[in-house]
């Protein structure tokens, strides 16, 4: 008994093969420049061997929205703007093999959104601290040198003067400082109103002896040389006082400026030299 064994070959091949991609009638072959195969098995000309491609998601694209997001002080919308160039030349350029063109696009606006805004930070905090440097840097002169203090001073003093500083020097009662290891220092200060006068006068807790060590002593209120610059409370328009304020410092121990520190932001410094 003879068998016979069929095989699938398809249509039969024509005298002129159609052009390559051309189906079947009944749409279950496909010609493939040399010969048909079946539909579920059909090759692309792009090289994938079975079937169209998935398209995936670009890579790049997903880091640059991610980074976009993150932004990491600025850094991370720097990458996320290259990436995201970087992602949609590659998808442009992939014939659809690749998707997240909106996802590169999103991070590359959002990218430049957070690199302009880390620029503006940057200059803000720039100005900032060049503005708080220069506040806070104090005004140093010599001695015998008037400072004009009317821009940090709400109490209507104008400027302020230290002529000396002196020590040991005795107390109101005339004697040198009774506790042992101490001593009195006294600066010689004169102080000017403004147009307005000083309802109050010169505050003493502003004023303060500074050391090479880093500390500084305020102003003794009782204890004080005469004449004593505390007893003006009020002072004209435009008019001065002058007086000393003592210090109570360490025996021994050379001070080297005085400080009249009447906000946080400005201070005005007089260098002793000894």
Known sequence: ????????????????????????????????GQQWVPVQQQ?????????APIPRTNGLAIASLVLSLLWLAGLG??????????????????QGRET???????????????FLGAVLSYGVLIVATHTLNTLTTPQ???????????????????TVNVYSVSDPVT????????????????????????????QTGPDALFFH??????????VDPIDTKLPSLLIFSGIGANQCVRGYLTFEIAAGTVPTTLQYWPDPFHKYEWMLTR
């Open 1 to 32: 008994m003879r068998r016979t064994l069929f095989r699938v070959t398809g249509p039969p091949s024509p005298p002129n093969p159609p052009p390559q991609g051309q189906y079947s009638p009944d749409g279950r072959w496909w010609w493939n």
């Open 43 to 51: 090759p692309l000309t792009s090289g994938y061997p079975y079937g």
């Open 77 to 94: 919308s720097i990458l996320a703007v290259i990436f995201g160039i970087k992602a949609r030349n590659s998808i442009a350029r992939s």
């Open 100 to 114: 997240g063109d909106g996802l590169a696009l999103a991070g590359l606006i959002v990218g430049i959104m957070g």
């Open 140 to 158: 140093a002169v010599a001695l015998g040198h008037s400072l004009n203090v009317s821009a940090s001073d709400s109490a209507g003093i104008r």
């Open 171 to 198: 107390g109101a009662n005339g004697q040198p400082n009774p506790s042992a290891g101490r001593e009195y220092a006294a600066a010689d200060v004169q102080v000017c109103a403004t147009s307005s006068g000083s």
């Open 209 to 218: 002896l500074l050391f090479r060590d880093g500390q500084s002593v305020g």
